[in-house]
């Protein structure tokens, strides 16, 4: 059963970092949309979805899903230029990271001290992700001004107090 209190908690970090790492690292506005503290399992993501793994007092996964015109043109806005399918999955792989180390902090400060795995990249239509283990399911979509589709952040955690 998700502790609410915890997930608003991860809400609260996830509305805070996303749009701050967007903004720093690619000059784009990301809004928030209607989140879901207690998104179903297993979730269905596309595109090219990032995932990183806490371990330790917070454990779980992040997730960033963000579809290809965004991924491209996000990757256009950093590297410059025409993004190879590598430089892609780099820049995604990296603003995971970016995230994932914001929540980690984020966590850590509050008590919940944990570490990170490096980050994996995966592509493909219908993704399917859970966590069997994880009492939280947070979900939230961002729309990034210019881009027809959303970033979703996708967390499955467990704290342990």
Do not use: W
């Amino acid at each position: 059963m998700t502790n609410i209190a915890d997930a608003k908690m991860i809400l609260e970090i996830m509305n805070k970092y996303v749009p701050e790492v967007m903004q720093t690292m690619a000059g784009l506005v990301a809004v928030p949309g209607k989140a879901d503290l207690e998104a179903p399992q297993p979730a269905s993501l596309s595109g090219i979805v990032g995932a990183i793994g806490l371990t330790g007092r917070a454990n779980g996964v992040v997730y960033t899903a963000f579809n290809k015109s965004l991924a491209d043109m996000i990757t256009e806005k950093i590297l410059g230029g025409t993004p190879s399918d590598q430089d892609v999955s780099d820049v995604v792989g990296e603003l995971t990271n970016m995230i994932t180390g914001n929540v980690k902090s984020q966590l850590c400060d509050a008590g919940f001290n944990c570490s990170l795995s490096i980050p994996s990249v995966v592509r493909g239509d219908k993704i399917t992700v859970a966590s069997k283990s994880a009492a939280m399911s947070v979900r939230n979509q961002y729309q990034c001004e210019g881009c027809d589709g959303p970033l979703v952040l996708h967390v499955f955690a467990v704290l342990e107090k």
